[in-house]
Structures are given as structure tokens and as C-alpha cells.
């Protein structure tokens, strides 16, 4: 089974600009999940879907970050604009049910300078 | 907040089991314990989980008191590769239950060592 595709694996960007993000879940993975991972901590949830809605977003930055699950398949997140604070990985992973275990992208790490 | 504490650190001879320890101590009857660990410039990988009962798979086994408060995560033989991060998370794992997201501590940092 193909895994959770993440692109791009590196980008860095200068303050207040725009950046996004890619993630293609697991073929029939209702559930999608962004996690931003800052250096030396866990991975901490921004957003979660079910199918093309979402379930929970009360950790995203609703003034700078955005996303979304066009067809409950692929997803994308931006930040626009970025600061240098959100430079960390950024991880997407799916399930085929929010209670069960989930599945993770490489991620793609951000740097803002 | 992660409901866990795990030590931020350990050490394992290769070829050794290496134990890895975590404390729940206010676990929830529905909660189960999850392991997932992360290697270096990668994602998570789940590993094991379980409610009650020892668990054992491919990967590792997973020993839960019976009183539930603390749990160990055992790789039996570890290797180079299991050098990682791992995390103790307790979640419910029932059907239909949105919004309860793995929630990750600073999870302990195990080195094998050659």
C-alpha cells in the first residue's frame, strides 16, 4: 500500500511571505490530520478532517493558516503570511477511522528567515 | 496536554531488549495505551497498542499493569535502526469517537549503542 505523500520536502521562505503545503492521504483514508512539529518537541494537531469537513481546528492559527480538503481526498495547507515562529515540519497523516491508528507523511520542514 | 510522562532519555546496548517505560497514572477505563515512534527526518510510525491485556506484534510487546497506571513498551533486540524517538499516548479507541486526537509529549529519546 502506497503511504502518505507529502510534497515539497523542504522549502524556506522569507517572512510574511505565502507558503503551502501538499498531502496526499492513503487511498479510502477518510480521516486527515496536519501536525506542526517544532524542533525537539512532539508533533502538535492543527486540523483534523473527516471526508471534506472539518472535525477539529481549534489549534490552527486561523489568521495566518488555512486548509482544506477539496473531494475528501487530497489537502492542502497555507500560511499567508508566514512568521519566523513557524518554521518546523509540517505532517500529514490519514486513518480509515479517527479512532484508529494513523498513518504518516515524511513531512515537509519549513524555514522562515 | 500529552497525559503521560515518559523519561526523556535512555540508552540500550545493541542486541540488548531495550524498556522503555511510560506512566499513566489517571488513564481512563476506554483509554488505550498507543506507541508510536519517530526516526530521525521522518514521520511517526505506529508501533503497538493495547487496553488491558499484553500485546505483542512484529515490532515490539507492550506490557500494561494491571492496574493500568503505567505501561512498557519492550523492543526485544534492538538494533541501530530502533535509534528514535518513541511516545506513549493514551487515547479512546472507540468507534465513532471524533475529536479525540493523539496528543504527543516530548516522547523518550532511545539510543542504541554498538
Known amino acids: 500500500e502506497a503511504g502518505v505523500a507529502q510534497s515539497p520536502r523542504y522549502k524556506i521562505i522569507e517572512k510574511r511571505q505565502s507558503v503551502a503545503f501538499w498531502c496526499n492521504p492513503i487511498?479510502?483514508?477518510?480521516?486527515l490530520y496536519w501536525y506542526q512539529q517544532i524542533l525537539g518537541q512532539g508533533p502538535k494537531l492543527l486540523i483534523q478532517?473527516?471526508?471534506?469537513?472539518?472535525?477539529?481546528d481549534s489549534q490552527l492559527p486561523k489568521d495566518r493558516f488555512s486548509a482544506e480538503r477539496l473531494k475528501g481526498v487530497d489537502s492542502t495547507l497555507k500560511i499567508q503570511p508566514a512568521k519566523l515562529e513557524d518554521s518546523a515540519v509540517y505532517l500529514c497523516?490519514?486513518?480509515?477511522?479517527?479512532?484508529?491508528?494513523?498513518?504518516f507523511g515524511s513531512g515537509t520542514r519549513l524555514t522562515v528567515v | 496536554d500529552a497525559k503521560t510522562t515518559q523519561p526523556p532519555s535512555m540508552d540500550c546496548a545493541e542486541g540488548r531488549a531495550a524498556n522503555l517505560p511510560c506512566n499513566h497514572s489517571?488513564?481512563?477505563?476506554?483509554?488505550?495505551v498507543y506507541w508510536y515512534r519517530q526516526i530521525h527526518s521522518q514521520g511517526p510510525q505506529y508501533i503497538i497498542h493495547?487496553?488491558?491485556n499484553n500485546e505483542t506484534n512484529e515490532m515490539a510487546s507492550l506490557i500494561i499493569t494491571e492496574d493500568r497506571k503505567s505501561s512498557t513498551l519492550i523492543l526485544p533486540h534492538a538494533t541501530l535502526r530502533d535509534t528514535a524517538v518513541y511516545y506513549c499516548?493514551?487515547?479512546?479507541?472507540?468507534?465513532?469517537?471524533?475529536?479525540?486526537?493523539?496528543?504527543f509529549g516530548p516522547g523518550t529519546r532511545l539510543s542504541v549503542l554498538p
Open positions: 497523516a490519514s486513518s480509515l477511522a479517527p479512532y484508529l491508528g494513523y498513518t
Open positions: 487511498s479510502g483514508h477518510a480521516t
Open positions: 478532517f473527516q471526508n471534506n469537513g472539518v472535525v477539529d
Open positions: 489517571t488513564i481512563s477505563g476506554n483509554e488505550y
Open positions: 493495547g487496553l488491558k
Open positions: 499516548i493514551v487515547r479512546v479507541g472507540a468507534p465513532g469517537n471524533y475529536g479525540q486526537n493523539f496528543v
